[in-house]
């Protein structure tokens, strides 16, 4: 099959994801880290606008032209396989197929992307605050820029007027979009939706176990709906979460999806 080309950027930005090759990780030392940042360095620095390394992927945020981009992209993974693999004693492929790659068209989406960016550590549950990372460019903004481009962090911090305290504040709010990722990352923040979601409908209606849900048909049926709305959960995992029939799932969403036929 051809490979599908690349979605171009009205802004000239994209949010970029490479991970290790049947989920291995792509980083094992802090040696390996600094050298991947240093290649970030030699071939990104005039574009690099934010980061993010985790064990078994890394995202980045860029502003370049997609063949320049490319180019810089392809230079770093052979260059870092190169040297992981000879350190390592492996042979073969590192990173998972070419890299992935989401076009950022509109302002307001590209600080969400990098505020994404920055708490993906905080999502994964490795640090409590995007501050505690050392493998990211959130303290950059906070304090000496080290690979991103001053021109791209004043562009950033503009939208807050140049406030640090109001650029923290931004990185604490929740946030509940789907952005480029991992498919197990992905999976892991739908299901702390729902579960924040279960856990605001049972403040709601005074229940402090969720178990008591499952005997009240008013309240079951309710917290299905709120989950089939607001979250991308499939109905088995829905029903997996909530410890109820999989057919009652089914029989919520059919029974809305007929509503709104009528309506």
Known sequence: MARQPR????TGYYHIMMRGINREFIYRTVK???YFMGLLKDELSPCLVGYCLMDNHVHLLVNAQLD???LAIKKINVKYAMQYNYHN???G???QNRYKSEAIHTE???????RYIHNN?????IIPGAEDYQWSSYREYLGDTVLVAEHHKAFILSFFSGNIAEFIRFHQQKDDCEYLDTKEEIERNRITLARDIITEFCNEIGIFDQSQIKNEGRYIQEIILRLLHK????HRDIARLLEVNRGLVHYVASKTSKQRIVQ
């Open 108 to 114: 307001p989406y590209l600080i969400q992307v990098i």
């Open 68 to 70: 320049e981009l490319s």
């Open 32 to 34: 390996e880290k600094r």
């Open 121 to 125: 550590p905080v999502k994964a549950g």
């Open 89 to 91: 004693q492996r042979v």
């Open 93 to 95: 492929h590192l990173f």
């Open 231 to 234: 979250t991308k959960l499939s």
């Open 7 to 10: 979605e171009k950027s009205a």
